[in-house]
């Protein structure tokens, strides 16, 4: 277990906004009365960044957000169960390059969906309880991670049914996963988090040949030598209670309890799985306290946005240091807690997913231009660091 670093306070953002970017309410859908714990950008093909994808219920639904502000719905899934409860939902991709969504809920399967032919393409089957999170390996996004109740993680490739790495065992989480990540530069490694209050870093570079076997493998995909992974690299402890969100943010990571932190796992070397923690800034939620309310960001790492219990929209700036509060997003309306946010790739469009059911579009005034880089994190913090030299985690 990590320690947290002793030294110079963190930096908290304030709760006045500097309004340095606005946006108004655009659009509401209303898909019905059951709540809505997943929505998600395409982030992985640039022919569908406008593409969007809805989860709850035992419905997926698939939308175009087009450029005056309204909503074409493209395709909508219902699950032949109709006691299925989706919870998340991931766009990724087959290897000839055909879209998929990967949706998994309440009964622990998860739902392969060709787009392109608005059929299931595969049903993986292996969690013994709900799933929380799926996210998409974006280097190879044949990849998904799952996140469970049953206290374990598997690596999937959906485009051969076949389950090639499970993480869970001695040095495992010892209650649910909520949230999971891949690195955005190392192939090999994600982070984890769940209702025992600790982050994990996980390396799968000893067993890349498993991955690269499930690419390549004609047997039954039940046959395939599937690997146990007990030890993380490295777990932190960086809250004191449930963590429910966490990304990467170049070698830093960004958590979410009752409020989120940006901090810096420094590993010991010769040492895995110790280390200590670096937290560097915070950026207070008011009425955020129940669990399942996710944060995401656009695919620069310029913003965050969250919703809270009241309905509103908690836009930061991930650039500032100490953090500032860009705006927060306010309707007469929107009164229900908001499970998930789900930001454009340039920051211009958010969209957040609501407890009763509604959809809610907002769009920028002054729309920025969108520009492809690599994300880091904010230049300044470098001057906050406690600790000379690079992570260890390269």
């Not at 669990?291 to 809270?308: A, Q, V």
């Amino acid at each position: 277990m990590s320690k947290i670093t002793l030294g110079n306070e963190s930096l908290v953002g304030s709760l006045t906004p500097s309004n340095k970017k606005s946006y108004k309410l655009t659009n509401k859908i209303q898909e019905g009365k059951t709540p809505l714990y997943s929505v998600a950008f395409n982030f992985i093909d640039a022919r569908y960044f406008t593409c969007f994808v809805s989860a709850g219920g035992n419905g997926i639904n698939l939308y175009n957000c087009l450029e005056d502000g309204s909503i074409s719905l493209l395709y909508a899934f219902a699950d032949e169960d109709k006691e299925e409860e989706f919870n998340t939902a991931s766009w990724a991709c087959g290897v000839e390059g055909n879209p998929f969504v990967v949706a998994g809920g309440e009964k622990g399967i998860i739902r392969v969906i060709d787009v392109n032919n608005e059929k299931i393409h595969k049903s993986l089957v292996g969690h013994g309880d709900l799933v929380n999170e799926i996210r998409t390996q974006p280097l190879k996004p044949q990849l998904v991670l799952s996140a469970s109740k049953d206290e374990s993680v598997r690596l999937w490739n959906v485009e051969t049914g076949i389950c090639i790495l499970i993480f869970a065992g001695t040095g495992g989480h010892r209650n649910e996963v909520i949230s999971v990540d891949f690195h955005p530069s190392d192939k090999h490694r994600f982070v984890s988090c769940g209702m025992d209050t600790t982050i994990k870093i996980w390396s799968m570079k000893e067993f890349w040949t498993y991955v690269e076997k499930s690419f390549t493998w004609k047997d039954d995909p039940s046959k395939f030598p599937t690997k146990f992974v007990e030890l993380p690299v490295f777990t932190a402890s960086v809250h004191t209670d449930f963590v429910d969100c966490n990304r990467w943010v170049g070698d830093f990571i960004l958590s979410k309890s009752d409020e989120i932190l940006l901090w810096e796992p420094i590993l010991k070397e010769n040492s895995p799985g110790e280390g200590t923690s670096d937290v560097l800034l915070r950026y207070p939620i008011p009425n955020c306290n129940l669990w399942f309310i996710k944060f995401s960001c656009d695919l620069s790492l310029n913003y965050l946005s969250i919703g809270n219990e009241e309905g509103k929209i908690y836009v930061w700036d991930l650039k500032s240091c100490p953090p500032v509060l860009v705006t927060v997003l306010s309707h007469n309306q929107s009164k229900s807690v908001i499970r998930q946010t789900a930001m454009s790739t340039d920051g211009n469009t958010i969209l957040a997913a609501s407890e009763d059911g509604t959809i809610w579009r907002w769009d920028a005034i002054n729309k920025e231009q969108a520009v492809t880089v690599e994300a880091q994190p904010p230049p300044i913090l470098h001057q906050y660091r406690r600790r000379e030299g690079k992570s260890q985690l390269k």
